[in-house]
T-cell receptor
């Protein structure tokens, strides 16, 4: 069964600190993996997208990694800001899925001053 | 970048009434749009896939007669919640798939709308 598991469920960090969010997936055949940021009451916004051949992708203070062998991905946030408080969702697409995405439940990040 | 809008952003209605939610791709054409529902502290759940000019494909457990989807143009899809009940209260999010050349970096890039908060009293 295609699944995406994220950890931790929630995380509280102080402003300025770094953090890493984890994503494990069992989607096959794999097409790509995306990280989204979803603010409360808003739609998801894409941060990064990686295919099988990509190991790392950065977008400002966000850096995503992908290990297609172990089927794991991480999202590292550097020098966190209060505005980083949101849910971060790992989403995996399967080949031939006609656009259907498999969503993780997300990690709720709270950045405190 | 590609922008998807939704209208209204929030709506409150009485039980038994119908509510229409619009999803528009503002700067690209979307042959396929997706409708999701998200309950509090839950992930997005796909309700249906909307293809321009044809009938929508509904996920298992989603009533097609209750959630009417129309995708009459390449930039607009609508979701109508008919005879709404309090249990239909949720956050409804659409996404649009841009497969035009130059954007189809991964063949199935989806752009999400900002969502519509539906509250049924």
């Amino acid at each position: 069964k295609n699944q995406v598991e994220q950890s931790p469920q929630s995380l509280i960090i102080l402003e300025g600190k770094n953090c890493t969010l984890q994503c494990n997936y069992t989607v096959s055949p794999f097409s790509n993996l995306r990280w989204y940021k979803q603010d409360t009451g808003r739609g998801p916004v894409s941060l990064t997208i990686m295919t099988f051949s990509e190991n790392t992708k950065s977008n400002g203070r966000y850096t995503a990694t992908l290990d297609a062998d172990t089927k794991q991905s991480s999202l590292h946030i550097t020098a966190s800001q209060l505005s980083d408080s949101a849910s971060y969702i790992c989403v995996v697409s399967a080949l031939g899925s006609q656009g259907n995405l498999i969503f993780g439940k997300g990690t709720k990040l709270s950045v405190k001053p | 970048g590609a922008v998807v809008s939704q209208h209204p952003s929030r709506v409150i209605c009485k039980s038994g009434t119908s509510v229409k939610i619009e999803c528009r791709s503002l700067d690209f054409q979307a042959t396929t749009m997706f409708w999701y529902r998200q309950f509090p502290k839950q992930s997005l759940m796909l309700m249906a896939t909307s293809n321009e000019g044809s009938k929508a494909t509904y996920e298992q457990g989603v009533e097609k007669d209750k959630f009417l989807i129309n995708h009459a143009s390449l930039t607009l899809s609508t979701l109508t919640v008919t005879s709404a009940h309090p249990e239909d209260s949720s956050f409804y999010i659409c996404s649009a798939r841009d497969v035009a050349s130059g954007r189809a970096l991964h063949g199935d890039t989806q752009y999400f709308g900002p969502g519509t908060r539906l509250t049924v009293l």
